[in-house]
């Protein structure tokens, strides 16, 4: 399962690409299986207000992060909401997607779901 995040389109456009069981997160959305994180990036590298708050409801089946972010923000704080959750997830950064991004971004999200994440590793 994908937990996303999107305010402007681009994490939803993406994850309709990806073709993965999704779930798009809101305020009574709450997961008790293992699931990867996918999230936008706020203010000046922030995690969304949304995304922290599912994140305190639900993190401890978190497995990993994507995050999309806007490269022209600067290296600094470029997808910046992904490394502050793995940090304090201590989860892996899967991939930091620049907007939509590109195929080989979708590829490794992919691969990293189909081999890496195992749905019956946790629970
Ligand atoms: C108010 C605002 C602040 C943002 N701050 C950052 C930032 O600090 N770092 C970054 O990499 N991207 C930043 N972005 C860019 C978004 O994270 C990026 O466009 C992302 O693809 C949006 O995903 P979404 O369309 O699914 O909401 C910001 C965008 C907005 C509108």
Not at 28 to 37: A, I, M
Not at 42 to 56: A, N, Q, S
Not at 61 to 87: E, K, M, P, T
Request: aromatic fraction near 12%; charge should be neutral.
């Amino acid at each position: 399962m994908i937990a996303f995040a999107s305010r402007t389109g681009n994490v939803r456009y993406i994850v309709s690409r990806l073709q993965l069981p999704a779930i798009e997160i809101a305020d009574d959305v709450k997961l008790t299986q293992p699931f990867l994180l996918f999230t936008y990036t706020d203010g000046l590298g922030d995690v969304p207000r949304i995304v922290k708050e599912f994140m305190e409801r639900c993190g401890a089946y978190c497995q990993g992060v994507i995050v999309s972010g806007n490269s022209n923000f600067g290296h600094r704080v470029f997808g910046a909401a992904g490394d502050a959750l793995a940090r304090q997830w201590q989860v892996p950064l899967v991939r930091k997607i620049d907007l939509r991004g590109f195929a080989e971004d979708y590829e490794a999200i992919r691969r990293y779901y189909e081999h890496g994440f195992r749905e019956e590793r946790v629970g």
